[in-house]
Each structure stands twice: as structure tokens, then as C-alpha cells.
């Protein structure tokens, strides 16, 4: 079904051009998607390297849309929406967000539409190759567009539903934010191997292949993550032992921490919105 659908993105920034990029690398065609960007060299060069379609300006770009990406920062989502709020009058094409914090009411508020066939989407840029996390919620929509929805995310990666809105602002930091912590944390075992004298290329090779494997092993195990650590931790050996220099307790709290003050973020942007 989606390969029959012209798909127009509104922005060609990170999270816009992944997508893209793991559609088409799912089987998806390049001239399938239609990409319009304020900034006309980031849009030629997102053209030259991955064959999808442009328009100089929002407008064009949804004009003969099925489905319409908005994947602008959310403090152009308005500008963007009564831009093309006249050209999608008589239309009825499947909206789909990737800005944060932006609700589907103001979203549809600024369409000059009701609330029936939009989606938003806490997403992240692994969907580039295809192994993304995706978060969705609507208020309504037509069985079709629930498969094109599902299909499209499918394609890029993981999709999990959601049934209230706000959980995808909970979301940003375990989803959005999710690989930022991760690289952090692979960052951290390459300099630490660095210090003990390991060479850099070296280093960050196996920070790479450690955090892979760790992965494969959590996601084809059936087991807990705790289980898991407990796993590799033998008693009196070497993981428990330099494992009492990283307290659980005050890793667990760093993390509610952390979390807290995404969405302490979130609430700001948020109240400079209105």
C-alpha cells in the first residue's frame, strides 16, 4: 500500500532525512518522496545523495501529497501548517508529525481541520537504517490510514501505539534523547580504554561491538535486562567488583534525573508556545 502513496516531508533535517533514507533503503522508491526546506543547499544535497524529489516551497511540495511529514522543529510547526492550510482546503491527505511537544489540536487548529487523520510521532535517527524506535498516537483515523501509518514506521524500524498523548512527552527521553545517553556511554568506554593505553581506533571499535552484542543478546534472550547483568556478574569476580565503582543506586537516580529534566525542557518550550 504505501509503495502507491506520494509522500511529501516538510524539513531535511536529522530526523526528516533519516526517515527518508530508511524508507528507501527498506525498498521504498526515492521518487516516491518529495522533500521542501528552507534551506535550498541542504535540500540539494539531500537530493543529490539519496534521488528523492523537491519543491522550492512548502506549498508545492503537499500539493499532490498522500501523506504529509511534517519534520520541522516545533517552533516553526505553526508557520509551516498555515502555510499549507489553504492548499489542503478540499483535501484529505494523512498528517504525521515528528515535532516534538506540538499536539495534535494545535496542529489541527493551524490546518484549519479537525483532529481525524493526524499522527504524532516520537521518533529517532536510527530510523536511517532502519532500526528506529517509534512512539505514535492519534485521536482518529480510517483503517487505511492506520496501515499506511504502520507500514511507513515498520519500515524504518520498531513501532509501539500509544493511548494518551502526553506519554509521547514522557517518551522524548527514552526514544528521542535514547541515543545521545548510548553514544555517551560508548564514548566513556572508549576513553576509558584510551587511558589504560588502548589505541583509539582500536577503543572504539570494541565500544561499538560490546554495546552490539550486549544488544543482540537483550533483544534474543528472552530475559530481563537485570537478569542479564546478573548474568555476567559473578560473584567476587572482576564485572562485580569494578561494578562497586558505579553504584546502581545512583546510576538508576542520574537517570530519573536525567529524564526529569527532559521534560522539564519539554514544559518550557512548551509554555513559550502558547
Known amino acids: 500500500m504505501l509503495s502507491s502513496k506520494k509522500i511529501s516531508i516538510i524539513g531535511a533535517g536529522h530526523l526528516g532525512s533519516a526517515l527518508a533514507k530508511g524508507l528507501i533503503k527498506s525498498g521504498l522508491s526515492a521518487q516516491s518522496?518529495?522533500?521542501?526546506n528552507r534551506d535550498p543547499q541542504k535540500l540539494a544535497d539531500l537530493v543529490s545523495k539519496t534521488g528523492v524529489l523537491s519543491e522550492k516551497t512548502n506549498t508545492d511540495a503537499v500539493r499532490n501529497a498522500d501523506i504529509i511529514i511534517l519534520a520541522v522543529k516545533p517552533q516553526f510547526v505553526q508557520t509551516v501548517c498555515e502555510e499549507i492550510a489553504s492548499i489542503l482546503k478540499n483535501k484529505t491527505p494523512?498528517?504525521?508529525?515528528?515535532?516534538?511537544?506540538?499536539?495534535?489540536?494545535?496542529?489541527?487548529?493551524?490546518?484549519?481541520k479537525n483532529e481525524h487523520g493526524i499522527v504524532r510521532a516520537m521518533t529517532n535517527t536510527p530510523t536511517e537504517f532502519?532500526?528506529?524506535?517509534?512512539?505514535?498516537?492519534?485521536?482518529?483515523?480510517?483503517?487505511?490510514e492506520k496501515k499506511s501509518t504502520d507500514e511507513l514506521f515498520n519500515a524504518a524500524g520498531s513501532v509501539f501505539w500509544v493511548?494518551?498523548?502526553?506519554?509521547?512527552?514522557t517518551l522524548t527521553a527514552p526514544i528521542g534523547c535514547a541515543p545521545a545517553y548510548v553514544f555517551l556511554f560508548m564514548e566513556a568506554l572508549q576513553?576509558?580504554?584510551?587511558?589504560?593505553?588502548?589505541?583509539?581506533?582500536?577503543?572504539a571499535k570494541i565500544a561499538l561491538q560490546s554495546?552490539?552484542?550486549a544488544a543482540e543478546?537483550?533483544?534474543?534472550?528472552?530475559?530481563?535486562f537485570a537478569s542479564l547483568r546478573a548474568g555476567v556478574t559473578t560473584p567476587n569476580g572482576v564485572t562485580e567488583h569494578s561494578l562497586q565503582k558505579l553504584s546502581t543506586d545512583d546510576f538508576f537516580a542520574t537517570f530519573k534525573d536525567v529524564f526529569a529534566a527532559a521534560e522539564e525542557r519539554?514544559?518550557?518550550?512548551?509554555?513559550?508556545s502558547k
Open 33 to 36: 518522496i518529495t522533500f521542501s
Open 94 to 112: 494523512l498528517i504525521i508529525s515528528l515535532a516534538g511537544v506540538i499536539s495534535i489540536k494545535n496542529i489541527a487548529l493551524w490546518l484549519e
Open 130 to 144: 532502519c532500526k528506529g524506535t517509534s512512539a505514535l498516537f492519534t485521536r482518529s483515523l480510517t483503517p487505511e
Open 163 to 169: 493511548n494518551e498523548e502526553s506519554m509521547l512527552d
Open 191 to 203: 576513553k576509558a580504554a584510551e587511558s589504560r593505553g588502548i589505541p583509539e581506533d582500536l577503543a
Open 211 to 213: 554495546v552490539l552484542g
Open 217 to 224: 543478546l537483550a533483544t534474543h534472550s528472552g530475559r530481563s
Open 266 to 272: 519539554i514544559a518550557e518550550i512548551m509554555n513559550s
